[in-house]
């Protein structure tokens, strides 16, 4: 005797009804894992967040690198500011030395000149041919003590003076009641300066 066949309705309706199900407890449960844009999307997040926050920190750093040089460049052009200033004054010292010292080496030998006309002088006749003879040698003396003057050079004041190691060169002390005592007698030789710097001292009697 053959079997009893169900009917296919019946059948259709139970798959149709497994498929609910299964799709009830697929919603019901759904599934833990993250969507891989979200992820993608995080990542730039913090990337954009993160990435001025360290470009920031190294401007920084190579401003204060480029402070620290500056300041270094700075401190070493005023130093050899300074020694280049400080070594013109020395070259133009030198050389304002060395002039006065050719200056008083030139001078000197002029006032060998002066002395010997000094003395001529002294001796001068005042009559005849030698009266006219001595006027024209101290109008030549004056013509050079004018030179001299117009040079910067001038006379030691040494007369009656007190004794001064600096300006006057004595020759001898002696007593002399009429003067006190360091107070110069005579001048033997004048001494002459030029500007403030001694060419020659006055040669001098000084009194004990």
Known sequence: MAKRQKPETETNTKQDTGGKEEQAISMDNPTQETNPNEQTVAANDDATTTAPDVELAELHTELEQARAKSSEYFDGWQRERAD?????????????????????????????????????????????????????????????????????????????QIFDPTLHEAITQEDSPEHSSGQIIEVLQQGYMLGDRVVRPALVRVAR
């Open 84 to 160: 280049f200033i400080n070594y013109k004054k020395r070259v133009e010292r030198d050389q304002t030395q060395t002039l006065n010292n050719i200056t008083s080496e030139v001078i000197k030998k002029y006032l060998a000149i002066i002395d010997d006309m000094e003395r001529a002088l002294k001796t001068r006749p005042t009559q005849g041919e030698g009266a006219a003879w001595a006027e024209g040698i101290e109008l030549i003396y004056r013509k050079l003590q004018n030179i001299l003057e117009s040079e910067g050079v001038t006379r030691i004041q040494a007369d009656q």
